[in-house]
C-alpha cells in the first residue's frame, strides 16, 4: 500500500490540481526587508501548466522585463485531508520536493500596488521548475533541510528550512481551513534571503540537502 | 469525434485543473462603482476544489463575515492553447455552464489594501456552484446572453454577456499569452452589477437564457 501510494505521487506533475504558495516564509528574508514577521501564511496560488522538469528550459514570457528565482522545499499532499489540526498535519504529507517559484517581480509589483491579483506574476508557463518526487520516508525531519541556488555558478540563495517562520504544519493547518488538500497538491513553502532577477542565456542549479539537485537553462520567449 | 470530445467535457468539474476568473468585466458594473474601464483583463485563479453541483449546499467558512454572489457566463475550454490571436480564440472553447463566483468580500478587501493575494477570498471550498456543461453548439452567440440571480426569491443581478468589458476571445487571448489553457479549464468571465452579500439559511438561484438554472442552500460551516 505504501508502495503504491509513493509510486502514485511520483507523478504529482502530471496529476496534481493545484500549487499552493506562501510568501514571505523565510525569517532572513523578513529581516532583510526589514517588515513585520507575518502573523498567518500568506498565501496564494499557481497552475499546474506552470511546471517544469529538467531538461526543457526556463521561458521568459515576452509580457514581463524582471522574473526572479525563489529556491524553496515542495511538500507533496499524500491525503486527501480539510481543517487538519497542526498536530496531525504530517500525516497528510505524501513527500517532497526540491522547487523553484518564479515570480515576475515586475507584474506582481504593479498587481499589489493597486490591490490587483498576483495569478499572472506567479502562474505563467514554466514559472514551477520541480525535481524528482522525494518519499516522505526519506526526509526524517523537513525544518532542518539546507538549500541553495547559483545563477552561472555564482551562489545567489543559501538558507536552512529552519528558518521558516511557518513550518509544514502550520501550513498545512491554516491553508487546509479554507480548502480541500488533495493527492498530488504541492505546497510551495517559501524562499530564503536572495532572490532576485535572471535573464535569458542564464544558467540556474540548485539544491536540497543531498536530496536533489536540478538546473535549467533560461531562455526568451 | 465531436461527440466524444463533448462526452469527454461533460466532466469538467472531476477532469478540469483551474479555473481563471476575470474581475470586473460588466460595463454596468463598472459604471456603478465609478471607477475606470479597465484596459487589459484583470485575472484571477481558483482551485477546483471550490468546486460545487447542484444538491449540495453552499458552505460559508466560519473564518469569513461576508461572503457574496456573483453570476457568471462560464467558458470550458475544449484544445489545448497557447498564445492564442482573438481571431481564432472561439476555436478552443468547448462549451460553457452557468457558474457563480462566490467571494468572500472582508478577506478580499483587506488583502487589496495590503497588497496581498486574492486566493484564499476567492479560492475557499464551495466558491464555484457551477451547473451541468453546455456544448458549444447549444449557443449561436456567447454575447448575447442573459443571466439573472435571486436571493429568497428576489431579484438581485440581471445582466447580459452582451455588457462584457473582454469577451471570450479577448480573455481567451489574453490569459493564453501567459498561461497554457488545457481541455476542461474554465473560465468565469465576469458578474454584472448587483453582486453582494448573502447568509447561512438562504437560498441562492439563477438562470442563463433558457440553457439552464440552479439553485442552491446556504448554510454555516
Ligand atoms: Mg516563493
Ligand atoms: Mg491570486
Ligand atoms: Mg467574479
Redesign the pocket.
Known amino acids: 500500500m505504501a508502495c503504491q501510494r509513493t509510486q502514485d505521487l511520483a507523478n504529482f506533475v502530471f496529476e496534481g490540481k493545484k500549487i499552493i504558495g506562501v510568501a514571505l516564509n523565510y525569517m532572513c528574508a523578513v529581516k532583510a526587508r526589514n517588515v513585520p514577521v507575518p502573523t498567518v501564511p500568506i498565501v496564494?496560488?499557481k497552475p499546474t501548466t506552470s511546471y517544469l522538469r529538467e531538461g526543457h528550459p526556463i521561458v521568459l514570457p515576452k509580457v514581463f522585463t524582471k522574473v526572479a528565482y525563489e529556491v524553496e522545499l515542495g511538500v507533496v499532499i499524500g491525503t486527501r485531508c480539510k481543517n487538519v489540526s497542526k498536530e496531525k498535519a504530517m500525516e497528510f504529507v505524501g513527500g517532497y520536493c526540491l522547487a523553484l517559484d518564479l515570480t515576475a517581480q515586475c507584474n506582481l509589483t504593479a498587481a499589489r500596488a493597486a490591490g490587483g491579483?498576483?495569478?499572472l506574476g506567479k502562474g505563467f508557463d514554466t514559472a514551477t521548475p520541480v525535481s524528482r518526487f522525494i518519499p516522505k520516508d526519506a526526509i526524517e525531519d523537513p525544518h532542518m533541510l539546507p538549500l541553495w541556488l547559483k545563477v552561472n555558478g555564482e551562489i545567489k540563495q543559501k538558507g536552512c528550512t529552519a528558518d521558516l517562520v511557518f513550518k509544514v504544519p502550520d501550513i498545512i493547518s491554516y491553508v487546509s481551513k479554507y480548502m480541500t488538500l488533495e493527492p498530488n497538491d504541492l505546497l510551495l513553502t517559501g524562499t530564503p534571503h536572495g532572490s532576485d532577477a535572471f535573464q535569458a542565456g542564464d544558467l540556474i542549479e540548485c539544491g536540497l540537502a543531498d536530496l536533489a539537485t536540478m538546473k535549467f537553462n533560461v531562455c526568451a520567449e
Do not use: L
Open positions: 496564494f496560488i491579483s498576483w495569478t
